[in-house]
């Protein structure tokens, strides 16, 4: 256990449903991240939250929208998914936000099927 | 923008053999961490290297970074099956949000 939990764990959604994944950081961070992990394709970086403000957002499709509503909770609301949407979502945390050194603490992920 | 690209992107070995994953930054890092994410898992943090040159060692993994702060290796002597897994290296430059690379997928044949 890392501190970092999702939530569900597995999603199966046709591509007209609304769904939306959480996360939920029990480390007192500061900063929280969104990730896509697919198959054979690198870790892809979402959106990234810093003392609940979104600093990043890297050029997301707005069939995703993130919300953070404070440092220790972050959503990702899911609506008109296509199939090539499926993949392990991951959510991390770190530490001070912001700084160079810190460590990112990775929950689960949410396995998403988009049918 | 910054890219880090990371070599060879699968491995093969026997149980016993050593294996090596390399990564590469077009910029020069402040910093490069090390996470090891095991089948149907998350990424873990192994470790971080700040200082030029520096070399660090957990058991039988040897992490290197590089002069220059744009290179990096991960070296594991003598694999063992729990080895097994996916070795990402994630470099922070400019930025304080990390660039990962794509990763080494270890495989182990006992």
């Known amino acids: 256990e890392t501190g970092v939990t999702q939530t569900p764990r597995h999603l199966v959604m046709g591509m007209t449903n609304k769904k939306s994944l959480k996360c939920e950081q029990h480390?007192?961070?500061?900063?929280m991240y969104w990730y896509k992990q697919s198959a054979k394709k690198p870790l892809e970086l979402m959106f990234v939250y810093n003392f609940k403000e979104q600093t990043e957002n890297n050029s997301v499709p707005s069939r995703f929208s993130p919300e953070c509503p404070n440092s220790s909770h972050l959503f990702l609301h899911l609506h008109t998914l296509q199939p090539e949407d499926s993949a392990l979502y991951l959510c991390?945390?770190?530490?001070?936000?912001?700084?160079?050194?810190?460590?990112?603490?990775f929950g689960p992920g949410t396995r998403l099927t988009v049918l | 923008g910054q890219q880090v690209m990371q070599i060879p992107q699968y491995q093969h070995v026997q149980e016993g053999e050593d294996f090596t994953t390399y990564c590469n930054s077009s910029t020069t890092l402040s910093n490069i961490q090390w996470y090891k994410q095991r089948p149907g898992g998350h990424p873990v943090f192994l470790i971080q290297l700040v200082k030029s040159g520096e070399v660090k060692k957990q058991k039988r993994l040897t992490f290197q970074f590089g002069e220059a702060k744009k290179n990096s290796s991960l070296h594991i002597t003598a694999t063992q099956t729990t080895d097994v897994g996916t070795y990402f290296c994630?470099?922070?430059?400019?930025?304080?949000?990390?660039?990962f690379g794509r990763g080494t997928s270890l495989i182990v044949h006992p």
């Open positions: 480390l007192g961070h500061n900063a």
């Open positions: 991390a945390s770190e530490g001070q936000g912001g700084f160079s050194t810190d460590t990112q603490y």
């Open positions: 994630a470099g922070r430059g400019g930025s304080y949000i990390p660039t």
